[in-house]
């Protein structure tokens, strides 16, 4: 599955088919049922640059992307999420964070074993709690996303709630660098065995992320270097944001 994952990442419009080829190639002799099996255990479908993690509701409210054309040139203007799944020695749990769009600093995140909304809205909180409320809160429309719970909590802060079209990955671009990052410098890179090392690691790489891994798009100086230079009145100027629980 760990295999699978690493390969999703470089070959996303790869299907169980190509899958079983290329894995073929490299050794593991295994079958297309099988693979099929796995990519959909772990909510990977080919065709869109992007896992299946986040499932619409027909009976949930979507709402329109705001983004488009909009130039973001502070913090707390716009904030994104997103959910993936990570990978561990036996088994995987699920990642959802939150993302200030300006600055990439990761402002919040969660880990689930579930796909409700329950550990999304947590994130969620926590982010607002810390940092304020953004301007805007963009994420696709997966149901975890869509739902009751979320976006009240987002309606109730005063935000405005923008939503990627149907299949369009690009319009979230932003977190799913953060994924390719975290996972080819974090997550492959060990025999992760439980829940709660996983924790300890993924701690250990966001405050990494945030406040020491130079980023390209800001001539290396740091995402919450940055977060905090702009930082909007009132939220306190903290270093990094907690472990999650």
Same mark, same amino acid.
């Given at each position: 599955?760990?295999?699978?994952?690493?390969?999703?990442?470089?070959?996303?419009?790869?299907?169980?088919?190509q899958m079983r080829n290329i894995l073929r190639d490299e050794g593991h002799f295994v079958g297309r049922n099988r693979v099929r099996r796995l990519m959909r255990k772990m909510g990977l479908m080919a065709v869109y640059q992007k896992p299946r993690t986040s499932q619409p509701h027909p009976q949930h409210k979507?709402?329109?992307?705001?983004? &488009?054309?909009?130039?973001?040139? %502070?913090?707390?203007? =716009?904030?994104?999420?997103? @959910?993936?799944?990570?990978?561990?020695? /036996?088994?995987?749990?699920?990642?959802?964070?939150?993302?200030?769009?300006?600055?990439?600093?990761?402002?919040?995140?969660?880990?689930?074993?579930?796909?409700?909304?329950?550990?999304?809205?947590?994130?969620?909180?926590?982010?607002?709690?810390?940092?304020?409320?953004?301007?805007?809160?963009?994420?696709?429309?997966?149901?975890?996303?869509?739902?009751?719970?979320?976006?009240?909590?987002?309606?109730?802060?005063?935000?405005?709630?923008?939503?990627?079209?149907?299949?369009?990955?690009?319009?979230?671009?932003?977190?799913? &660098?953060?994924?390719?990052?975290? %996972?080819?410098?974090? =997550?492959?890179?060990?025999? @992760?065995?439980?829940?709660?090392?996983? /924790?300890?690691?993924?701690?250990?790489?966001?405050?990494?992320?945030?406040?020491?891994?130079?980023?390209?798009?800001?001539?290396?100086?740091?995402?919450?270097?940055?977060?905090?230079?702009?930082?909007?009145?009132?939220?306190?100027?903290?270093?990094?944001?907690?472990?999650?629980?």
């Amino acid at each position: 599955m760990q295999r699978i994952d690493e390969l999703f990442m470089e070959l996303p419009f790869f299907g169980s088919r190509q899958m079983r080829n290329i894995l073929r190639d490299e050794g593991h002799f295994v079958g297309r049922n099988r693979v099929r099996r796995l990519m959909r255990k772990m909510g990977l479908m080919a065709v869109y640059q992007k896992p299946r993690t986040s499932q619409p509701h027909p009976q949930h409210k979507t709402y329109p992307y705001l983004l &488009r054309g909009k130039a973001i040139t %502070k913090p707390n203007q =716009v904030w994104c999420a997103d @959910i993936t799944y990570i990978p561990m020695r /036996r088994g995987f749990l699920y990642l959802v964070a939150i993302m200030d769009w300006h600055s990439r600093a990761v402002l919040s995140w969660r880990l689930s074993n579930t796909m409700d909304a329950d550990f999304c809205v947590a994130a969620l909180e926590e982010a607002m709690n810390r940092y304020g409320v953004p301007d805007i809160f963009n994420t696709d429309q997966g149901s975890q996303f869509t739902s009751y719970e979320f976006t009240r909590t987002l309606r109730q802060a005063g935000a405005k709630i923008s939503m990627d079209g149907r299949g369009r990955w690009m319009d979230n671009v932003m977190i799913e &660098r953060l994924w390719r990052s975290l %996972k080819y410098e974090c =997550v492959y890179l060990r025999e @992760i065995e439980t829940g709660s090392e996983l /924790r300890r690691t993924l701690a250990w790489w966001f405050e990494f992320y945030n406040n020491r891994r130079p980023h390209k798009t800001f001539d290396g100086r740091k995402p919450m270097e940055i977060y905090q230079q702009f930082k909007p009145e009132g939220v306190p100027p903290l270093a990094c944001p907690r472990k999650a629980a």
